[in-house]
């Protein structure tokens, strides 16, 4: 018995060194924490509940019933074929980054960003699964997911490559599908990241208008034109509308993003995306589409969220989902709101756009939308550039990042390469990057202005 007390207090002393080490590495590689002062002026994730994640206002109680069942839809944990407990949604695979929209899209609230605690470090061996964690994915690190810059044979690549596979699973037996070979990528320089972005607030975003769009960015031209900024918009290949959504504006609707997530992150075929990525034979276990529309003849299955796909709540959650609601302004939050519009961070991350169209489920007209984007592409630099095309998004361009909700958010910039708001700004300033001269106009204010800009960040 004794014997038995002394290994456990030995276990957990162990574990707790270990646990002290990995956070001592990761917070290095994450906080930088051995910049300048100015790094500690950001105070960090705003507290108290969140302050996102409910629906929109002006919701029918048609579309608030479809709010409440399509937010429990999106944190569905899908298994291969739906039959483990609690892994009740099928079509897992064989690649996966991780198996809910809500694993990734957490923070604060389910629809966000990242989570502190990283998912992706126990789904590696969920189930019985094979996986091997790349030297990327720390349990204190941000959901991430990697594409690769280049095809061994040099031609341009770009697609997500995904973490893990079915392989060894209790659910998956027979299928034998190695993970791609991250070592390599990595030495070679070939592997990028991307965070998850929120989808708070998303419908009012699928609701500008492109002229309104466009408007925005012809607006200030004087101005834009002395610091160098001069951003595009991305455009759908399909129909030549202008597109927003992702980092890099590259998607153009909640559905078309639905649809291809469920396909890339979770390996789920849909209405969308109907084919599956990995073609492994030993790991096909289901027909296509493994998610579809409900065609039951059961009266009571008609309620829209039990008839309509995944794909379909998926889209649907984020939609009528409410943008995240600023904390109360205090002094010194204006006065950090009128240095961002001082110094030219407001040139790009305008405060706010009105729709300039009628929504499309609420049916109002011209709603102001407080998302501090432009929704244009601009060269960040060398500094961010991911060497990724996507639509006419250039490696170097990024869509300049919403800010609403950042208040609350934990990991910042696409690749989540800080957790610290002071160093997200300074990354913006590298050679060709068009916010150069505002981040220089930033490094000249006082220690009082960037106090007091960081706090506006947090109300947001
Ligand atoms: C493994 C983590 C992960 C999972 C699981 C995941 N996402 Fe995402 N999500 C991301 C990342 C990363 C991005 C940014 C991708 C980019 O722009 O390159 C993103 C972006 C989005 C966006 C764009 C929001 C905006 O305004 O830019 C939507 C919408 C979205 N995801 C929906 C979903 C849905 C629906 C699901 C479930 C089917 C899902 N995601 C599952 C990681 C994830
Ligand atoms: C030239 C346009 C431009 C200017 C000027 C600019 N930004 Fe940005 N900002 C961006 C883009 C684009 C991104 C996304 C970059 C990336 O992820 O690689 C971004 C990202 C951010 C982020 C991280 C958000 C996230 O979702 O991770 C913050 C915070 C931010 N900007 C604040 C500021 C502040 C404060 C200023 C003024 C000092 C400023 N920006 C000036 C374009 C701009």
Same mark, same amino acid.
């Given at each position: 018995m004794k014997q038995q007390i002394q290994m456990f207090v030995t276990k957990r002393l162990s574990l707790l060194f270990l646990a002290l080490a990995v956070s001592i590495v990761t917070t290095g590689a994450f906080? *930088?924490? &051995?910049?300048?002062?100015?790094?500690?002026?950001? /105070?960090g994730v705003r507290g108290?509940?969140?302050?996102?994640g409910g629906p929109r206002a002006n919701l029918s109680s048609n579309y608030q019933q479809m709010f409440t069942a399509s937010q429990l839809r999106f944190q569905e944990v899908d298994s291969v074929?739906?039959?483990l407990p609690n892994e009740a949604g099928s079509g897992l695979g064989?690649?996966? *980054?991780? &198996?809910?929209?809500?694993a990734c899209h957490a923070? /604060?609230?389910?629809?966000?960003s990242s989570p502190a605690v990283n998912p992706q470090f126990s789904l590696a061996?969920?189930?019985?699964a094979t996986n091997q964690l790349p030297?990327?994915?720390?349990?204190?690190g941000p959901v991430r997911e990697v594409r690769f810059i280049s095809n061994p044979d040099g031609t341009p690549d770009g697609g997500v490559h995904d973490?893990?596979?079915?392989?060894?699973?209790?659910?998956? /037996?027979g299928c034998v599908d190695p993970q791609p070979d991250f070592a390599t990528a990595l030495a070679q320089g070939n592997a990028i990241f991307r965070i998850p972005t929120p989808v708070f607030g998303a419908g009012l975003v699928e609701d500008i208008s492109d002229t309104a769009i466009l408007a925005n960015a012809a607006a200030n031209a004087n101005v834009k034109a002395q610091y160098g900024i001069t951003g595009v918009p991305n455009h759908s290949g399909n129909d030549g509308s202008i597109t927003r959504f992702g980092w890099k504006a590259q998607n153009k609707s909640m559905l078309i993003f639905a649809g291809e997530a469920y396909n890339v992150e979770q390996g789920v075929t849909n209405e969308v995306f109907p084919n599956e990525r990995d073609k492994t034979p030993s790991c096909q276990f289901n027909g296509i589409a493994e998610d579809d529309t409900n065609m039951a003849t059961n009266d009571s299955a008609f309620a829209p969220s039990a008839y309509s796909s995944d794909v379909v709540n998926f889209a649907m959650f984020a939609r009528l989902s409410a943008p995240p609601t600023p904390a109360p302004q205090t002094a010194q939050t204006q006065a950090g709101a009128q240095v961002f519009s001082n110094i030219g961070?407001?040139?790009?991350?305008?405060p706010t756009i009105n729709t300039g169209a009628t929504s499309?489920?609420?049916?109002?007209?011209n709603v102001p939308v407080n998302?501090?984007?432009?929704f244009l592409v601009h060269n960040?630099?060398?500094?961010?550039?991911?060497h990724v095309a996507q639509g006419n998004a250039a490696g170097n361009e990024f869509r300049t990042?919403?800010?609403?909700g950042v208040g609350q958010r934990i990991f910042f910039l696409h690749d989540g390469r800080t957790s610290n708001l002071v160093e997200a700004i300074k990354a913006h300033?590298?050679?060709?990057?068009?916010?150069n001269a505002v981040i220089n106009n930033f490094e000249n204010l006082s220690h009082t202005q960037k106090q007091n800009l960081m706090l506006f960040l947090r109300s947001l």
């Open positions: 906080n *930088n924490q &051995n910049n300048s002062d100015s790094d500690s002026l950001d /105070p108290g509940t969140p302050a996102a074929s739906g039959t064989p690649g996966f *980054n991780a &198996n809910s929209c809500a923070q /604060p609230a389910v629809g966000g061996n969920l189930d019985g030297e990327f994915i720390l349990s204190n973490i893990f596979t079915i392989a060894g699973r209790t659910d998956a /037996p961070c407001a040139l790009c991350h305008t499309f489920v609420t049916k109002e007209v998302a501090f984007s432009d960040m630099g060398s500094g961010l550039a991911d990042a919403p800010l609403w300033k590298s050679h060709g990057s068009e916010a």
